[in-house]
């Protein structure tokens, strides 16, 4: 990367962004992490959560069971039933949710700013005093297992499964969806929901965030007065997160059958880098390049648009939290006949941005595209919520939004040349296909 960048060349000023000196910030007793940013554009408020539960916490035997914990936190609570709520919720033309997720449950919070204190109160009350009603749990483990039936019918969801199952180890958070599988939610009981919501719900190493028209120190005080007296479970002892992993010695192909479809569905990738990686931003432009600007990179150009092999082609590149590496994948749905051809197709892109550097202009059009972006994001409080929530998650220091300008622009060729030549294109990659049987076979 280029030494010296001037803020005059830069497309964006950097002291536009949040950073360290407008994020208000405050840190608990029992481990919950503060946030606010006072936006009084418009009278709305938005409050963005991660807790430290999700299915990295749940036994083999019982994957998913976080999913429907999370499902039921606001089916009822000690002192409000499912109608109760919905009516609190409703009355304020207001937005409450939860949402199990591999390594953390999140809640979304979306109301007017005089609402949001009886809003949070509820949540809190969700988050320490659910009472997963019998009939709320069947209804609730009913609508999943339906989901997971239909999953096995979608080319796209079971080529994505199959690639975390290979991609990531038996004894990898990432190796497992966090809705589970049909052999283990069917025998999941309201007794199991209960107990694992006993064990691992907690404030430690929780992140709330508020975003919109209250001043930022009295939202720490509404934060702190809902949650600051919320208790840990003395005994429980998280396991660490995953560590990194080798990949495997070569590339690994895998394909599920899913009959009756006239569509396959492939996703090829690696586990590449954690969030807070020095090349996390290097291998952001590549995959710009690859299979994001315009109409989908060169993937979207060449797969799609030129040999007509792909109803929709693109890469993406994951977030994770350090040290579980994030996967970097070419995802593309084709016709059945036209897998192996769009496979080595999307390959030899790969293999070209290793062998040759993108030419200046190309790259300096993706480099203006993901610096545009950034502003745009933070248009709405939801959106300046969930960057502010991402830098304390992922590690990346407060100032972090305002240093990405200024690193994606003194991004070179030879970087992206580079980091696609060491994450992506050494041939170790997993290959996982969906769909029906190819004529030809």
Known sequence: MSSTTSHETLPLDPSTLPGPETIATRTLANGLRLLAWENFVSPAVYVTASFAVGSHDEPPAQKGVNNLVAALLSRGTRDHDYDAINEMIESRSASLAFSGGVLSTSLSIKSLAEDMPDLLRLASEMLRAPTFPEDQFARVKDRVLTALREREHDPRSMASLAFYKLAYPETHAYHWPSSGYLETVEPITRADVEAFFETHYEP???????????????????????????ENRPHRQRAPLPDAHPLPEQAVEHFTEVPGKAQSDFVLGVPALSANDPDYVPAQVANSILGVFGLMGRLGESVRDEKGLAYYAYSSLGRAKAPIKAP??????????????????????????????????????????????????????????????????????????????????????EDVQRVVQTYLAHGRHVLSIAGPRSPAE
């Open 204 to 230: 430690r190493d929780g992140i709330i965030v508020l975003s919109g028209a209250m001043p930022a120190q009295q939202a720490l005080d509404l934060l702190e007065d809902v949650f600051g007296d919320w």
């Open 328 to 413: 970097w994948m070419a995802v593309a749905g084709v016709a059945p006949e036209n897998v192996q051809l769009a496979v080595e197709t999307t390959l030899a892109e790969i293999r070209r941005m290793a062998d040759e550097r993108v030419p200046e202009d190309e790259l300096t059009d993706n480099k203006l595209y993901l610096i545009g972006a950034l502003p745009l994001q933070l248009e709405t409080n939801e959106g300046m919520a969930g960057a502010i929530k991402n830098m304390v998650y992922y590690d990346l220091g407060l100032d972090y939004l305002q240093r990405l300008p200024e690193r994606i622009w003194r991004v070179e060729a």
